[in-house]
């Protein structure tokens, strides 16, 4: 059973465009969670997601960022117009079902913006 | 809102010595969960150990135990037999059963000397 896969591991941007972060959650999984890690700093939570639907953005910025998971393939996390505080790693997390479960994360995404 | 505390931002332990990595928490849930996810130089986020808060037993996982202090809203992590793999920064966090998203403390990195 493949692990939670994020793609591309390392992204660099210029200020002013726009990054895609790709996540497939681990087979079987249908729950998605984004979390952003600051250089030096522990992961803190972005937004959950189902199949087709937010549940939970309360931890993501208002502005530039959005995130889907569509019926058919990987969840998205969209940054527009990136600026150089972005610069983090971003983990996708998931997890099965309902309950209180553990949650798998993915290797992270570097994003650097130059 | 919860709150993650970890006080130690860096420890370390000599080879096959014991180390304990100390973790408080805020919440006024009485339904959580508690985690100790490992982070090597990888970046890989790495579940070591969970403990269910209705649980009064504490977790043991091969060379990982907690001490669960549930009054007292704490939650250590104490490695027995140190080995130089487990040098990492070590992440405590906290899942409540209203909320899916995982609040992670600071981190402690952990350095293991031979």
């Known amino acids: 059973n493949a692990g939670v896969m994020q793609n591309p591991r390392h992204l660099v941007r210029r200020r002013g465009q726009e990054a895609r972060l790709r996540c497939s959650p681990m087979?079987?999984?249908?729950?998605v969670y984004w979390y952003r890690q600051l250089p030096e700093e522990g992961l803190k939570f972005m937004v959950y997601?189902?199949?087709?639907?937010?549940?939970?953005e309360s931890g993501m910025p208002k502005e530039r960022f959005s995130a889907e998971f569509p019926k058919e393939g990987p969840s998205i996390l969209r940054i527009q117009q990136v600026v150089r505080g972005d610069s983090a790693a971003y983990f996708c997390?998931?997890?099965?079902?309902?309950?209180?479960?553990?949650?798998?994360f993915g290797p992270g995404t570097r994003l650097t913006v130059t | 809102a919860q709150t993650v505390t970890q006080s130690q931002p860096e420890m370390s332990v000599q080879e096959a010595e014991t180390v304990t990595l100390s973790c408080t928490y805020d919440?006024?849930?009485?339904?959580?969960?508690l985690f100790w996810y490992k982070q090597p130089p990888s970046r890989q986020m790495i579940l070591v150990i969970r403990?269910?808060?209705?649980?009064?037993q504490n977790a043991t996982e091969n060379r990982f135990s907690v001490n669960f202090q549930k009054a007292a809203k704490s939650f250590s992590l104490k490695i027995s037999d140190s080995q130089l793999g487990d040098a990492a920064m070590y992440f405590c966090?906290?899942?409540?059963?209203?909320?899916?998203?995982?609040?992670f403390g600071s981190g402690t990195q952990l350095t293991v000397l031979p």
């Open positions: 087979k079987g999984h249908s729950h």
């Open positions: 997390a998931s997890s099965p079902g309902q309950g209180p479960d553990e949650q798998y």
């Open positions: 997601l189902q199949k087709e639907n937010i549940i939970d």
């Open positions: 966090a906290f899942h409540s059963g209203s909320a899916r998203q995982l609040t």
């Open positions: 919440t006024s849930e009485s339904d959580y969960y």
């Open positions: 403990q269910e808060a209705y649980k009064q």
